[in-house]
């Protein structure tokens, strides 16, 4: 009887006692369920220890019918189960919240005090609820504690790994959620640099378009000046070309003798209205005339041109139409580089090695609305006309208008630059 009821326990009866126990700790409590079952094993030990019935209350008992013994023992079982799992309930809810007050007595040492509360059941319940020695309600009492001691032991076991695994889980997230927001931040600073980066690429997107419409518009534009000036340029050369025949001129030129006091045959006067090529002016022997009246008279007696005239001194009485007419300008203001040349060119002239110099002389057209002055007309030794173009820093632009009027016009351009102190000084020279 004792082995078929302890298997039932075990087998039965355990299981389905923690299933409930759990489910009540869950729902209703929130003690360990190593507490609740220990506490009611020490319940169940307990009613083990209450007194047995006395001989008047056992004969009482007899005298009485048998359905109604029957009744009274099903009712007395049936409180003695309530007050065991009620009192076992009130035990675990006590030691867990002395527990929560006191930490010392967490953890192992609540289940001794569960089971030792047992023993205050046997004074809350009378003895009459048990029959007589040898009571079949001991048994099942002593069956059902041990099987809740067991259960107890096992579940406090399991509440320890459970105790761990939670640490574990605990640290486990704590890590995973520092983790987290270190990599959230990570990303929130990446793409903040990645915005600010976008952003800086549209500006400068941005400026690049600007400029490429810029650069354009200024192509545009250089090419339309570009083409003007070649159509000015063909235009001007055209002209040069179709000048008049000096021929004649020329060839009565060279008819003069060259032999040093030779008598010099008449000069050849040519009308103020008419077109004189500078080149041919300059360099042979000629006559301009103003009024029947020679104004300049060159000579090419010696091999060398020298004036015959004050050239100087007729210069700025030829008129305002015929310094226009031969492209001369009045006398302008000097630089101080340009003064310092023009006291060499003086030198020079004293010297013999040129035969006159006139600061701004000449004034060349380049195409419409475009002009060159050089800085110095020269007339050198041999009858060249030269002209002398004098910088501290050459630019580009300047260097251009020289070619170009180099390329237009039969006339020497050198250019002349005052070299450095350290270099010794005095002036370089280029001739295009």
């Known amino acids: 009887m004792k082995i078929i009821v302890g298997t039932f326990t075990a087998a039965v009866v355990a299981p389905a006692t923690?299933?409930?126990?759990?489910?009540?700790?869950?729902?209703?409590?929130?003690?360990?369920?190593?507490?609740?079952?220990?506490?009611?094993?020490?319940?169940?030990?307990?009613?083990?220890?209450?007194?047995?019935?006395?001989?008047?209350?056992?004969?009482?008992?007899?005298?009485?019918?048998?359905?109604?013994r029957l009744l009274q023992t099903a009712a007395r079982w049936a409180a003695l189960a309530v007050a065991v799992v009620a009192y076992a309930i009130v035990a675990a809810w006590v030691i867990a919240v002395a527990a929560s007050i006191w930490p010392a007595l967490?953890?192992?040492?609540?289940?001794?005090?569960?089971?030792?509360?047992?023993?205050?059941?046997?004074?809350?319940?009378?003895?009459?609820?048990?029959?007589?020695?040898?009571?079949?309600?001991?048994?099942?009492?002593?069956?059902?504690?041990?099987?809740?001691?067991v259960s107890g032991l096992t579940a406090w076991e399991k509440e320890q790994k459970i105790r761990d695994l939670s640490a574990q889980v605990v640290k486990v997230r704590s890590d995973w959620k520092a983790d987290a927001a270190r990599l959230q931040a990570d990303v929130d600073t990446r793409d903040q640099r990645l915005a600010e980066v976008a952003t800086a690429l549209?500006?400068?997107?941005?400026?690049?378009?600007?400029?490429?419409?810029?650069?354009?518009?200024?192509?545009?534009?250089?090419?339309?000046?570009?083409?003007?000036?070649?159509?000015?340029?063909?235009?001007?050369?055209?002209?040069?070309?179709?000048?008049?025949?000096?021929?004649?001129?020329?060839?009565?030129?060279?008819?003069?003798?060259?032999?040093?006091?030779?008598?010099?045959?008449?000069?050849?006067?040519?009308?103020?209205?008419?077109?004189?090529?500078?080149?041919?002016?300059?360099?042979?022997?000629?006559?301009?005339?103003?009024?029947?009246?020679?104004?300049?008279?060159?000579?090419?007696?010696?091999?060398?041109k020298r004036c015959l005239?004050?050239?100087?001194?007729?210069?700025?009485?030829?008129?305002?139409?015929?310094?226009?007419?031969?492209?001369?300008?009045?006398?302008?203001e000097m630089n101080k580089t340009e003064a310092a040349y023009a006291e060499r060119l003086r030198a020079l002239q004293a010297a013999g090695e040129i035969q006159w110099h006139r600061f701004e002389g000449l004034k060349l057209r380049l195409a419409d609305n475009t002009f060159y002055t050089p800085d110095f007309a020269v007339l050198e030794a041999d009858g060249v006309m030269a002209c002398h173009e004098v910088k501290g820093h050459w630019q580009d632009d300047a260097r251009a208008k020289i070619k170009i009027?180099?390329?237009?016009?039969?006339?020497?351009?050198?250019?002349?630059?005052?070299?450095?102190?350290?270099?010794?000084?005095?002036?370089?020279?280029?001739?295009?």
């Open 309 to 332: 005239m004050q050239y100087e001194a007729q210069f700025d009485a030829i008129g305002q139409s015929r310094v226009l007419a031969l492209g001369r300008l009045k006398t302008g």
């Open 106 to 149: 967490a953890g192992a040492p609540q289940l001794p005090m569960a089971g030792l509360s047992g023993v205050l059941i046997r004074r809350l319940l009378p003895g009459y609820w048990l029959s007589k020695p040898g009571s079949k309600v001991k048994v099942v009492c002593a069956v059902l504690a041990f099987g809740c001691a």
């Open 202 to 304: 549209r500006a400068e997107a941005e400026k690049l378009e600007a400029l490429k419409a810029e650069s354009a518009a200024a192509l545009q534009a250089l090419a339309g000046k570009i083409e003007a000036s070649e159509k000015e340029a063909s235009t001007w050369r055209g002209r040069y070309e179709q000048r008049p025949d000096t021929s004649a001129l020329l060839a009565a030129c060279q008819a003069a003798p060259t032999k040093p006091n030779t008598p010099a045959p008449a000069l050849i006067k040519v009308p103020v209205a008419t077109y004189v090529p500078i080149d041919a002016a300059l360099t042979k022997r000629c006559s301009w005339v103003r009024d029947g009246k020679p104004s300049a008279v060159f000579d090419v007696s010696n091999g060398r």
């Open 405 to 432: 009027a180099a390329a237009m016009y039969p006339f020497r351009f050198i250019a002349v630059k005052v070299k450095p102190k350290r270099d010794g000084g005095g002036w370089a020279v280029e001739e295009f």
């Open 18 to 68: 923690a299933d409930a126990l759990r489910e009540a700790e869950r729902v209703i409590l929130g003690v360990p369920q190593s507490v609740l079952l220990v506490a009611m094993a020490g319940a169940l030990i307990g009613v083990l220890l209450l007194p047995e019935k006395d001989a008047e209350r056992v004969a009482a008992d007899a005298s009485r019918r048998r359905g109604h």
